[in-house]
């Protein structure tokens, strides 16, 4: 599986009103220490994607997408809509950060951190 079908693995099993932050999404892939390249790879997604993006911040649990931009307004509007509640760019990592008990990744031998 190449890595941009095994983060898309992972960012498609988290269920809605649960995010991931870009390092647990690298991790359950099978990346450790590749949050960049997440966020490269779903920058890269078109618009039209049914991939669900929008469940991926930051670790501090911050949109990292500029707040003047369309996408950053269309990510807030997906996690209000599925219950995630956001003030000022920042949602509680506590409340609603996925933990799996299985990793997402089928080719994977890592269990989640």
């Known amino acids: 599986m190449s890595n941009r079908n095994a983060i898309f693995a992972v960012v498609n099993a988290i269920p809605p009103g649960q995010v991931a932050t870009y390092g647990q999404v690298a ?17 890269t997604v078109p618009e039209d994607t049914r991939l669900p993006w929008h469940r991926v911040v930051n670790a501090q649990g911050r949109i990292s997408l500029p707040a003047d931009s369309a996408s950053y307004s269309e990510q807030i509007a997906r996690l209000c ?32 951190a």
């Open 27 to 43: 991790r359950l892939a099978g990346l450790p220490g590749a949050a960049r390249l997440v966020g490269n790879i779903l920058h």
């Open 81 to 112: 809509a599925e219950g995630v509640i956001i003030e000022k760019g920042r949602l509680s990592l506590t409340q609603y950060q996925w933990r799996p008990t299985e990793s997402p990744n089928p080719h994977s031998n890592r269990m989640p």
